[in-house]
């Protein structure tokens, strides 16, 4: 089970972050990605973070404005989001990669990559 957090009403170029703590889950051995989905609009990649938590992966839409982290003692993954932007409104979604232990040469960024995912939590860039 995976429950996101963090979420809420922030004016454009300032900063969120986002947690999504996951429960009765091997956190450790699971890569952890995130996505969001706007009103209208299909669920799409946000950024994701390998096992290890030596490679991350991001959109090109949030490439140096958005961190992913883990803390696998807290089994939690984060999204740090600075330089919000009113396009960055959506439904945030954070999900378990479907396989442990994947090899870190290939980081999961596709939506079949991914099997549990979090109930979501909204964000909105007010302009």
């Known amino acids: 089970q995976l429950q996101a957090s963090g979420g809420g009403l922030v004016q454009a170029g300032g900063s969120l972050r986002l947690s999504c703590a996951a429960i009765?889950?091997?956190?450790?051995?699971?890569?952890m990605g995130w996505f969001r989905q706007a009103p209208g609009k299909e669920r799409e990649f946000v950024a994701s973070?390998?096992?290890?938590?030596?490679?991350?992966k991001y959109a090109d839409s949030v490439k140096g404005r958005f961190t992913i982290s883990r803390g696998n003692a807290k089994n939690t993954v984060y999204l740090q989001m600075n330089s919000l932007k009113p396009e960055d409104t959506a439904v945030y979604y954070c999900a378990a990669d479907r396989y442990q232990w994947r090899a870190t040469s290939v980081i999961p960024i596709s939506l079949n990559d991914f099997e549990s995912w979090g109930q979501g939590t909204q964000v909105t860039v007010s302009s």
């Open positions: 973070i390998t096992w290890s938590g030596g490679t991350t």
């Open positions: 009765g889950l091997t956190f450790s051995r699971y890569g």
